[in-house]
């Protein structure tokens, strides 16, 4: 085995040694080459997601791509589980991600139906503005059903106003951005407490929504029974 000149070091080699280079996935790879900032930003959501959580016995992502960002999720929960529509993507954290750290991963479109499983957390990140607005309605009914009787329910995604702003890259897909107020409205018939927070670059903040680059909502559900 090498040695690291300082002895601080030498675990960097024992992993290295042990379970190899970890690599970036998919999606994230693109992200690092394009525009490495960006990963900046989604990192931060994920670790806001992350610290809101904190306990959580069962949680689910939507949508979670390549799931590289997850695993700050993952540190803060009992137990990850995460879902994409996309085969190439599951099968990517399930090649990739090392033993510790790979979360249960199946394909499922949240549009198609609910989850076998309920959970007492949900959160898709850079989602909801890829679903058309006449299949919202659809789309948020089956991850009610999916929700535990009383969980939580996060919602992050750019808000209207940023597209002017954002590169093609970016745009693409995007289908059904939202002011902060809209975001609000739609969720506040399904949840008990609904809180809206402005985001700007790595920064969450209490801020005017019109000048968010993203919002981020949190929804406090308790269904009424038979719901």
């Known amino acids: 085995m090498k040695e690291t000149a300082s002895p601080e070091n030498q675990r960097v080699i024992e992993l290295s040694d042990s379970i190899g280079i970890e690599r970036l996935g998919l999606m994230t790879s693109q992200a690092w080459y394009d525009d490495p900032r960006s990963l900046l930003f989604s990192l931060s959501r994920y670790k806001f997601v992350a610290k809101t959580l904190r306990g959580?016995?069962?949680?689910?992502?939507?949508?979670?791509?390549?799931?590289?960002?997850?695993?700050?999720?993952?540190?803060?929960?009992?137990q990850l589980t995460v879902t994409d529509h996309d085969p190439l993507f599951?099968?990517?954290?399930?090649?990739?991600?090392?033993?510790?750290?790979?979360?249960?991963?199946?394909?499922?479109?949240?549009?198609?139906?609910?989850?076998?499983?309920?959970?007492?957390?949900?959160?898709?990140?850079?989602?909801?503005e890829h679903v058309e607005s006449e299949d919202e309605s659809r789309f948020l009914t089956n991850i009610l059903a999916s929700l535990d009787d009383e969980g939580m329910l996060i919602i992050g995604m750019?808000?209207?106003?940023?597209?002017?702003?954002?590169?093609?890259?970016?745009?693409?897909?995007?289908?059904?951005?939202?002011?902060?107020?809209?975001l609000r409205q739609l969720l506040e018939p399904l949840s008990s407490q609904v809180l809206v927070f402005s985001m700007n670059d790595e920064v969450v903040h209490t801020g005017y929504f019109?000048?968010?680059?993203?919002?981020?909502?949190?929804?406090?559900?308790?269904?009424?029974?038979?719901v």
């Open 56 to 78: 959580r016995k069962s949680v689910l992502e939507i949508g979670c791509g390549d799931a590289f960002h997850s695993r700050l999720v993952q540190q803060e929960v009992e």
């Open 90 to 128: 599951i099968e990517d954290i399930e090649q990739r991600c090392p033993s510790r750290w790979r979360p249960e991963a199946f394909v499922h479109n949240m549009l198609d139906g609910a989850t076998d499983s309920t959970y007492d957390a949900i959160y898709l990140l850079d989602v909801l």
């Open 158 to 182: 750019p808000s209207i106003q940023s597209q002017q702003y954002a590169s093609e890259i970016s745009r693409m897909g995007h289908v059904n951005c939202k002011s902060g107020d809209e």
């Open 210 to 226: 019109p000048m968010s680059q993203y919002l981020i909502a949190i929804a406090c559900v308790k269904k009424e029974k038979g």
